[in-house]
């Protein structure tokens, strides 16, 4: 909300700076988000920073209030006049212009009252009227059409106020103005603009904000006069109001003005307007967004003739009510609209008038025949009418107070002021008396605050009088009784709570502490109890993985979790069956036609990173821990288990200037490795890898892992139609998702570490030929069965296929390690074992031992 | 036979000067004192000498000898140190080239920052609390105070989901109410924790806004919690992430689930508070949304609040980051360009 500091200095006197008051304000919770200058310098504070600005200060030696005394013809130039200023100089200086609002008055002889205008003198820094950039100028001497000028009378474009360039600014006549004042006291100003949060509702106006600028200083507050000189027939009889939702519409107030003259509004209205975004329409108009943007009330004007029209001789009837199915209203916005059951609107007998507290209706508006205005002051619920502005899409300022909340006592005030100005400029007559329904009453909200409260939730303490002191500055009237403060809510604030004195303690207590500033409550550190505190395993053991992946070298990424179940289906090969999970969360709302849903599957976050990154990184080895999401039938709410993914592709190692073997791209054994080394990490064993049959991968290049009998999940290579579906086809993509959850779980709290051994081992080599089918796995699971205690250890050193081995069949080889704690094996006791494990492998697997 | 002596040991001494290189060492070796070299020749020919010459010239002998080989450990040692020299010079490497790469794994940016809080608050007894990212509307606005159609809820564009009154959380809030449920037995237990997680907001994707981030949300709930220990304990966090010398600023604020609620500044950490372009010239930055919890909230937790008490605060670690590094697209963190990855 824009505040001109003009206008809230009617209501509250401001003493300090204004960069000061802007940060008070922000402080208390009326955040200043910028300060506007005009004409006037920027004021610096000590410790107060504010973004320099580079207005157009106004001169206060060479930008003058000048008097145009007269306006001679230009002799030579048809569009050029001479306006005579006095500018409180000794002499008139004579300005050649060619302004066109001073045409009327050329030749006509001395002007009194003279015009009032912006004389700026030789020497003076403005903005330059005919450039079409922002552009600044300093007047100098130059003869136009050949009579010599120094100095100007000034547009509102040449101020820098406007971007108009018309005519010259030409002020009314006011109290106080004399030639020669510096211009910066007639028309220097500044705006803050202010921001609210919504409970800040009664702020939302020049004098809710004057409330709180006066409580911050400490200053009395100057209200408007509400009286208004009524001398027409009185109101009663000409139109009644018929409430039908009391509810929705707890007040409905009405005033009536006859004979008025439509025009335009007086300037210092118009400017008024102007400075806080409206565009003036006429005096009527004006004063009913003046009212809006003054106290916070807003106001609606009828053309009563046509209300009385439309009740065809009868008395109008103002029925505020509910839409019914079908209706249809033309706002002014000139937007047919057809009406909800929820919309609360302002009708007659003949039918819809207007939205409550959103927009009028085009039939009743004020047109320039306007004779007799109808002047409402309502109030609205705020929840409905923000229901209505979304469900309508309706923007406007009486929307923007009302849907924050407008305490009902505001209507009849903004009525009572609104009419009283209305009848001041627009001639009228006011009729007698007020048609004012008030059926819903606002309660009055009472507060008992217990000092000691104060305490126990600032940390400090106040005295009751301090404490009724920092209230009564905010209007509260306060009654203290000991230890105890009976507060009563001012009229205009909606946001004490009354009903909970919990609550109602507590707001309170935070305006003290707005007052007082929070700045200087004390800093403390906890003196309360620590709470019981426990383990968290499950965050433990994720971070312990992650640190296990970054440690092998692979990055984590962190991926959106929207998607879409279209972009998901595209993992799953077509007439191949996508794996069996629950359904998706879909967004009743979503941003963009990739983000519908949240994802089943951490695979369509990793490839699309993959994707993304393959133009710059032909190398990638990447991880992402994160939930996926999954509707279940009869629950509310979906299941979140979290995942593991590795991704990674291209170069085994990254290639360099010294040629070195890059070790060709990644494969299943690469991934597979960090798949071991992350289990032996976790100290997990009892691992086993089956071929998978995911769809997603590839069917002979990919395994299911398990941990005991716990499914795991999928690693290995990516099918090759998804890679190609997803433009992934430089380098196998290798990529793994696991049950991170399920995988956790199996993580034992300890593990216990072997000694080191003091005997030496033997080692001995084994080659073995097995048919082809027979996988590695089952030939160890073989050894180490029939290996028995001395055997430690077997590792895989060889596979070979090939001449002297028979087709179909391989050769696997195995360093063995013998080895016992107690003592030095003997030569014999290694050969019997050794030849055990032939035995073993001969009968259980068909192998024959390699020559 | 002394004369040839004597010719013989300078002659092998002036030859020894010109030796350079352990290969010619060895040949001058052989030349005078090898098996048949010219001095050990001489000296074995000592017993062709006549007696009365012999133990004359078998001494001088022995001495020229004993100098010889002398002279040549001398010379070996000081070609053995040439050589190495020469050596070194010759194995010296251009060390301006670009090393072998050993790409290493890291962390995303969100992850240490989620990780450097955490472990903050966790020295003040704060542990993390995580609770689900689809929410209902009861957990995610009602319980918190924010009323269907309040005007509260404008502050926060929300993903509504095909199910009726299930959404994507707006803030990691919910977890409050799941936190107290879960922690506080029925309202009879303090709680301190931080609850860290994604949120999700209905905007536009823009190079400063999105439609997930983190959030670090705290909740201390005592019988003695009060708004001084909620900017105390801000205040010992800001120390320890930017440094000890930080000033705080403590303004009114609203969020419905705190009363009073508070937004807290730290001093641009950029210019010292002078103003630049990050703080927009006002030399603040905003680091955390906070408050006491509002009564309401504490009893839909299940505590009294007239015997209870809480302050809770609202971080965003992407935004933090962003400011710590200078980074000027949101868009980044979730984009997983590995170029900026690896930046961390
Ligand atoms: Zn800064």
């Known amino acids: 909300m824009q505040v001109p500091v003009s206008w809230l200095k009617d209501y509250v006197d401001i003493d300090i700076p204004i960069e000061l008051l802007a940060e008070r304000l922000t402080l208390a919770g009326l955040e200043v988000g910028s300060i506007h200058y005009i004409g006037v310098p920027q004021g610096h504070v000590e410790g107060i920073r504010w973004p320099t600005s580079n207005h157009l200060v106004w001169d206060r030696e060479k930008l003058l209030l000048g008097a145009v005394r007269e306006v001679k013809s230009h002799p030579n130039a048809d569009k050029l006049v001479l306006a005579m200023v006095d500018y409180g100089g000794a002499d008139l200086e004579q300005c050649v212009t060619g302004a066109p609002n001073l045409f009327e008055y050329k030749d006509k002889g001395a002007l009194n009252p003279p015009l009032w205008a912006v004389f700026a003198a030789e020497g003076a820094e403005v903005w330059d009227g005919h450039s079409d950039e922002p552009k600044r100028m300093i007047l100098k001497e130059k003869a136009l059409r050949g009579i010599p000028n120094r100095s100007m009378v000034c547009s509102e474009k040449e101020l820098g106020m406007s971007e108009d360039h018309e005519g010259i600014i030409l002020l009314e006549e006011q109290p106080g103005l004399r030639p020669g004042m510096p211009i910066q006291d007639v028309l220097g100003d500044i705006i803050l603009e202010v921001e609210l949060t919504p409970n800040l509702a009664r702020c939302y106006s020049i004098i809710g904000v004057a409330r709180e600028v006066a409580a911050l200083l400490d200053?009395?507050?100057?209200?408007?006069?509400?009286?208004?000189?009524?001398?027409?027939?009185?109101?009663?009889?000409?139109?009644?109001?018929?409430?039908?939702?009391?509810?929705?519409?707890?007040?409905?107030?009405?005033?009536?003005?006859?004979?008025?003259?439509?025009?335009?509004?007086?300037?210092?209205?118009?400017?008024?307007?102007?400075?806080?975004?409206?565009?003036?329409?006429?005096?009527?108009v004006d004063i009913t967004n003046y009212i809006t943007f003054e106290i916070g009330q807003p106001l609606h004007a009828f053309d009563y003739d046509k209300l009385a029209a439309r009740a065809a001789g009868k008395m109008p009837t103002i029925i505020t009510r509910l839409a019914t199915a079908g209706e249809t209203l033309e706002t002014l916005d000139e937007v047919k609209r057809t009406l909800e059951p929820h919309n609360i609107l302002v009708c007659d007998t003949a039918g819809v008038l207007s939205f409550g507290g959103l927009i009028g209706g085009a039939e009743t508006e004020i047109s320039p025949e306007t004779k007799n205005v109808l002047l409402e002051g309502a109030n609205w619920n705020f929840i409905n009418i923000r229901r209505t502005m979304q469900s309508q899409k309706i923007q406007t300022d009486a929307g923007a107070r009302f849907s924050r909340g407008v305490h009902p006592s505001q209507a009849i005030l903004g009525v009572q002021r609104g009419i009283e100005l209305m009848r001041q400029t627009s001639g009228g007559i006011i009729a007698k008396g007020m048609i004012d329904t008030y059926p819903k009453q606002q309660p009055t909200v009472k507060v008992d605050l217990a000092i000691s409260e104060i305490e126990r939730l600032l940390g400090m303490g106040f005295t009751a009088d301090e404490a009724a002191k920092f209230l009564r500055r905010l209007e509260f009237d306060v009654k203290a009784e000991g230890e105890t403060l009976h507060v009563t809510t001012p009229d205009y604030r909606l946001d004490i709570t009354g009903d909970d004195p919990v609550t109602g303690q507590a707001d309170l207590i935070e305006e003290i502490a707005r007052i007082y500033g929070y700045d200087n409550i004390p800093d403390t550190i906890i003196a309360d109890a620590m709470p019981p505190q426990w383990a968290n395993i499950p965050l433990e053991r994720e971070e312990r993985t992650r640190d296990i992946l970054v440690a092998i070298g692979l990055r984590e990424t962190i991926s959106y979790r929207l998607t879409s179940p279209e972009r998901e289906a595209l993992l799953i090969p077509s007439g191949m069956e996508a794996p069996k999970n629950g359904g998706y969360v879909e967004l009743a709302n979503p941003i963009s036609a990739d983000k519908t849903a949240m994802r089943h599957t951490l695979l369509i976050s990793m490839l699309e990173n993959a994707f993304n990154n393959q133009r710059y990184n032909a190398r990638q080895q990447i991880f992402e821990i994160g939930n996926v999401y999954f509707k279940r039938e009869g629950q509310l709410l979906p299941d979140e288990p979290r995942r593991l993914g590795i991704l990674m592709t291209g170069p085994r190692r990254t290639s360099n200037w010294l040629k070195d073997d890059a070790g060709g791209n990644v494969d299943f054994y690469d991934l597979k490795g960090v798949v071991e080394e992350l289990l032996v990490g976790l100290h997990l064993s009892d691992v086993s890898y089956a071929r998978a049959s995911h769809p997603s991968f590839h069917p002979g290049r990919s395994a299911q892992l398990s941990v005991g009998k716990t499914e795991i999940g999928t690693l290995g290579e990516l099918h090759p139609i998804v890679a190609r579906t997803f433009d992934l086809t430089a380098a196998p993509i290798l990529v793994a998702e696991l049950d991170l959850d399920a995988l956790l779980d199996l993580v034992q709290d300890r593990h216990e570490v072997k000694p080191l051994p003091i005997t030496p081992p033997v080692l001995q080599d084994i080659a073995i030929v097995v048919n082809e089918e027979t996988p590695a796995a089952a030939v160890e699971a073989v050894i180490v069965q029939a290996g028995g205690d001395l055997l430690k250890g077997v590792s895989l050193f060889d596979v070979y296929r090939g001449d002297p081995i028979p087709t179909g069949q391989k050769s696997l080889a195995y360093n063995l390690v013998y080895q016992t704690d107690e003592r030095t094996l003997k030569d014999e006791e290694v050969a019997r074992v050794h030849k055990r494990i032939v035995k073993a492998v001969e009968r259980e697997l068909g192998a024959k031992l390699r020559a | 036979m002394l004369n040839q002596l004597e010719s013989q040991y300078s002659e092998s001494l002036a030859a020894l000067e010109n030796v350079t290189d352990s290969e010619s060492l060895h040949a001058w070796e052989i030349k005078y004192l090898g098996k048949k070299g010219s001095v050990t020749l001489l000296l074995r020919s000592t017993g062709q000498l006549p007696a009365e010459e012999r133990a004359n010239f078998g001494k001088r002998a022995n001495e020229v000898k004993n100098l010889l080989f002398e002279a040549y450990a001398a010379r070996e040692k000081l070609v053995a140190e040439q050589e190495l020299a020469l050596d070194l010079e010759e194995g010296a490497l251009d060390v301006t080239l670009p090393g072998r790469e050993r790409p290493a794994g890291g962390l995303h940016p969100s992850t240490q920052t989620l990780r450097?809080?955490?472990?903050?608050?966790?020295?003040?007894?704060?542990?993390?609390?995580r609770s689900r990212d689809v929410e209902t509307d009861e957990y995610n606005f009602q319980l918190l105070n924010f009323p269907p159609h309040h005007p509260?809820?404008?502050?926060?564009?929300?993903?509504?989901?095909?199910?009726?009154?299930?959404?994507?959380?707006?803030?990691?809030?919910?977890?409050?109410?799941?936190?107290?449920?879960?922690?506080?037995?029925?309202?009879?237990?303090?709680?301190?924790?931080?609850?860290?997680?994604?949120?999700?907001?209905?905007?536009?994707?823009?190079?400063?806004?999105?439609?997930?981030?983190?959030?670090?949300?705290?909740?201390?709930?005592?019988?003695?919690?009060?708004?001084?220990?909620?900017?105390?304990?801000?205040?010992?966090?800001?120390?320890?992430?930017?440094?000890?010398?930080?000033?705080?600023r403590f303004r009114a604020s609203y969020f419905p689930f705190t009363e009073p609620g508070m937004e807290i500044d730290v001093e641009c950490f950029l210019c010292g508070g002078e103003g630049c372009r990050v703080c927009k010239y006002a030399g603040w930055l905003e680091i955390a949304g906070s408050g006491m919890v509002h009564p309401n909230v504490l009893r839909n937790g299940g505590y009294d609040p007239t015997i209870w008490s809480g302050f809770a605060f609202g971080m965003g670690p992407e935004r933090a980051t962003m400011l710590k590094h200078g980074i000027r697209d949101i868009r980044y963190f979730w984009g997983n360009d590995l170029r900026f990855l690896e930046q961390f």
């Open chain 1, 219 to 284: 200053k009395p507050m100057c209200y408007p006069s509400y009286e208004f000189v009524a001398e027409g027939a009185p109101i009663a009889g000409q139109v009644q109001i018929d409430i039908r939702e009391p509810d929705l519409n707890p007040r409905f107030t009405l005033s009536l003005i006859r004979d008025v003259t439509i025009k335009p509004s007086p300037q210092w209205l118009q400017r008024r307007l102007k400075l806080v975004g409206q565009r003036p329409i006429n005096n009527i």
């Open chain 2, 152 to 248: 509260a809820r404008d502050m926060q564009d929300t993903f509504h989901t095909t199910e009726p009154n299930v959404i994507l959380r707006t803030q990691t809030s919910p977890g409050q109410i799941r936190a107290m449920h879960e922690l506080g037995e029925n309202g009879t237990q303090p709680i301190r924790v931080i609850l860290p997680g994604m949120v999700y907001r209905y905007e536009q994707i823009t190079s400063r806004s999105e439609v997930q981030f983190n959030q670090v949300e705290g909740l201390a709930i005592g019988h003695n919690i009060r708004m001084s220990d909620l900017k105390g304990t801000v205040t010992e966090f800001a120390k320890r992430m930017y440094g000890d010398n930080v000033r705080l």
């Open chain 2, 116 to 129: 450097q809080y955490a472990e903050i608050w966790a020295e003040m007894g704060f542990q993390v609390y």
